[in-house]
């Protein structure tokens, strides 16, 4: 069991918990992932580390309140229980120096962006991060990002902050501009990451995107979590999280992620009732 040490609200519908985990700190590394289960009878959560300290034995993790357990989640306390954390899993991605690269995030995963735009930072590339949301409410970790970049352009959709537009207009300016590219790492939501690699791929830029689909065992067994990369199955738990974004096919696994979508709306509902309720 993992004892709960802090909360925070850190933009709309969205919590930043530090949770007691030695045996995960220890071993984390940018880009893997774990999978939550808040109580016996709770579903089975995958969320990307955002940080972590061997040394305290710490982690953090960011999520955004989606449906029924991220909702039942976000309702935990500091001194709470979460009654199992698998992790770390994934394959953890190798880096190098490329030269200039550009992080582009959107949503929650300026999350799981932070620790891999540190690791591209200390392999001596020159950073640019695009950190784009709907609204600036909806920003996350844009001061972490910003002190470790060497140049930070915020995009909102509405233009609450930064530029009014999405991030894929502000990646396309900086490589029409002429500027040498030489890698760019995406993670955020899927259509985000499909035109990302759509940008990206008449420049002959190397880009990989972080998935999340629907996963269940994270260990390669269930095969929930199968998406389409180069014309091949592969498995998100195991052989990614993160791929080849210009080989992924974006459209079968936005298709897949919908699969459970009024199941899921049904079952945030009910626990909105019941809680409203108690």
Not at 25 to 35: C, E, H, N, S
Not at 55 to 65: A, C, S
Not at 84 to 107: E, H, R
């Amino acid at each position: 069991m993992f004892k709960i040490l802090a909360t925070r609200q850190i933009a709309l519908d969205i919590f930043e918990f530090d949770i007691e985990a030695p045996e995960i700190a220890v071993k984390a590394r940018p880009g893997q992932f774990l999978i939550y289960r808040l109580h016996e009878h709770g579903e089975r959560i995958p969320l990307t580390l955002k940080d972590w300290d061997s040394g305290k034995g710490t982690i953090t993790i960011v999520f955004q309140v989606v449906g029924k357990s991220t909702l039942e989640f976000a309702n935990c306390k500091a001194g709470d229980i979460i009654h199992d954390i698998l992790g770390p899993l994934g394959t953890a991605p190798d880096v190098k120096k490329y030269g200039t690269v550009i992080v582009v995030a959107g949503g929650c995963g300026a999350a799981p962006s932070l620790p891999r735009a540190r690791q591209l930072k200390e392999a001596g590339n020159y950073l640019i991060t695009i950190l784009g949301a709907r609204q600036d409410d909806l920003l996350v970790c844009e001061l972490e990002l910003g002190q470790i970049s060497d140049e930070i352009h915020i995009t909102t959709d509405d233009g609450s902050k930064g530029s009014k537009g999405f991030v894929t207009t502000k990646l396309n300016e900086i490589l029409e501009s002429g500027r040498q590219i030489d890698y760019v790492f995406t993670v955020g939501p899927p259509i985000m990451m499909k035109f990302v690699a759509s940008t990206t791929k008449p420049f002959g830029v190397k880009t990989e995107c972080s998935l999340n689909p629907i996963m269940v065992d994270g260990t390669g067994m269930c095969g929930a979590c199968r998406v389409e990369v180069g014309g091949k199955t592969k498995f998100a738990c195991v052989d990614g999280p993160e791929f080849d974004a210009h080989k992924v096919d974006f459209d079968l696994l936005i298709t897949r992620l919908e699969t459970y979508k009024t199941d899921e709306a049904r079952a945030y509902e009910n626990f909105k009732q019941q809680c409203s309720h108690n």
